[in-house]
């Protein structure tokens, strides 16, 4: 089209590639598909090959692959505001998608010269009762939101810089003080922030509430790990964020643990993950029960962003009630 401007799309994703094709949205596209949200963050003088390592691991990927794509990405994503005159962030709600929001925003925000960036992000879509993310509307539907975005402003450019720093901390502080400042720029930020501290050890049961959910899944009997998915995530979640990918190595980490609460039937232990059929243990019966502790059971190291919930690390806990973290007193 003559006189239009350049434009990029930049998704977490490919979901919506072909389907902005399909209703004229025209313009190229960056799937970003780093998940800002998982830690730990590497240094970095290492990001892109700590990255790659650490989402393979997680998933099971190709660890050359995935480097590939993401040098590829962050190249792109450098490049950007030199390369083109038009730059469209697409999103919704969620944690993964806020978490890579802020990721682009803040890198954008050390660019002294930009072109014009614009937001489309929302937590809901008329006619879809349960609204998860972009990927479940046609490109009838996708077309819709164009005239709703949103020129970025120089303060969510700044609040992305907070945002990001605050993912990477090693303690939940940061997180939480944010989430008491005014975030009204980013609009879906608070909840995105507030779930990824969800994911520390809770009071009582010392469960992330993905740990959680993913044993309530269990509790009336043995489901396959793809049922256990559908239930913990897309039912359970309030928030649903986690790839069934992300969600398997959460399932791992609780199988390989010293006293694991669930069990794969011997059955299909050969089987692909998403067939495996699991049950509950002695150990995750007690869990759902309230009477037991996870993290007194010496579970695997993990790390929410850049906390460390391990053995040794100070005790971040999550209290539901007061809505905040704490650290618990030895």
């Not at 050359?64 to 490049?79: F, H, S, V």
């Not at 999103?91 to 806020?98: A, K, S």
């Not at 975030?183 to 993905?210: I, M, N, V, Y």
Request: charged residues 25%.
């Amino acid at each position: 089209m003559k006189g239009a401007l350049r434009a990029l799309h930049i998704r977490c994703g490919d979901d919506i590639r072909e389907r902005l094709v399909e209703a004229g949205i025209e313009g190229d596209y960056l799937s970003f598909a780093d998940p800002a949200w998982l830690g730990p963050p590497p240094a970095s003088n290492a990001w892109i090959a700590g990255r790659a390592a650490l989402i393979a691991e997680r998933t099971g990927l190709s660890r050359q692959k995935i480097r590939a794509d993401l040098g590829d990405a962050y190249w792109r994503l450098a490049r950007a505001p030199a390369d083109y005159d038009r730059i469209v962030l697409w999103g919704e709600h969620d944690l993964y998608d806020q978490a890579a929001l802020v990721r682009v925003l803040a890198s954008f925000a050390l660019r002294k010269k930009l072109p014009r960036i614009e937001l489309i992000a929302i937590d809901r879509f008329r006619g879809i009762k349960r609204f998860i993310g972009l990927g479940q509307l046609s490109a009838a539907q996708l077309a819709t939101l164009w005239p709703r975005r949103k020129r970025v402003t120089r303060g969510q450019l700044a609040l992305g810089i907070k945002a990001w720093a605050a993912l990477r901390a090693p303690t939940p502080e940061p997180l939480e003080a944010l989430c008491k400042g005014d975030l009204r720029a980013l609009p879906f930020l608070k909840a995105a922030l507030q779930r990824q501290l969800q994911e520390l050890p809770w009071t009582g049961d010392g469960l992330s509430l993905t740990e959680r959910n993913a044993l309530a899944s269990l509790a009336k009997g043995p489901r396959s790990a793809a049922e256990m998915f559908a239930e913990a995530q897309i039912r359970r979640d309030p928030q649903p964020f986690m790839g069934d990918l992300f969600f398997w190595s959460v399932l791992r980490d609780l199988l390989e643990a010293p006293r694991p609460p669930i069990a794969v039937s011997a059955a299909t232990r050969r089987a692909i993950w998403h067939k495996r059929v699991l049950r509950l243990t002695p150990t995750g019966k007690a869990l759902l029960a309230g009477k037991l502790d996870w993290q007194s059971a010496g579970p695997h190291e993990r790390w929410v962003g850049g906390i460390a919930v391990a053995r040794g690390a100070p005790a971040w806990r999550w209290d539901q009630r007061a809505a905040r973290p704490f650290q618990k007193q030895s």
